[in-house]
Nanobody, 126 residues
Framework: QVQLVESGGGLVQPGGSLRLSCAAS????????MGWFRQAPGKEREAVAC????????YYADVVKGRFTISRDNAKNTMYLQMNSLKTEDTAVYYC???????????????????WGQGTQVTVSS
């Protein structure tokens, strides 16, 4: 059974950093594309970053490019999102997700992802 559990969210001041984790079970991370998404109050869920199967490529939303880094530790079956230089507009619930198409290039679109975690709150505020 596929399961995704996010952790690492919290309250941080503008300019600070957080690292989110997504612990996965029920599948082998390296075979599948995965992504991080977020949803702010009153807004639609949006793609933040994704990583292709085999870690062959990564993609970022323009608003986080240069500040966020997506990565995976396949031995730990865990995906990460390192977030630096956080801004108040980064405040949202962050979700991880997996596309169960084997050996796929990741796509920055919600509809391609089959399983989702429950989300972790990130609040950037002084």
């Amino acid at each position: 059974q596929v399961q995704l559990v996010e952790s690492g969210g919290g309250l941080v001041q503008p300019g600070g950093s957080l690292r989110l984790s997504c612990a996965a079970s029920g599948f082998t991370l390296d075979y599948y594309a995965m992504g991080w998404f977020r949803q702010a109050p009153g807004k639609e869920r949006e793609a933040v970053a994704c990583i292709s199967s085999g870690d062959t490529s990564t993609y970022y939303a323009d608003v986080v490019k240069g500040r966020f880094t997506i990565s995976r530790d396949n031995a730990k079956n865990t995906m990460y999102l390192q977030m630096n230089s956080l801004k108040t507009e980064d405040t949202a619930v962050y979700y991880c997700a997996v596309d169960m198409t084997v050996q796929a290039m990741c796509v920055m679109m919600i509809r391609f992802y089959d399983y989702w975690g429950q989300g972790t709150q990130v609040t950037v505020s002084s």
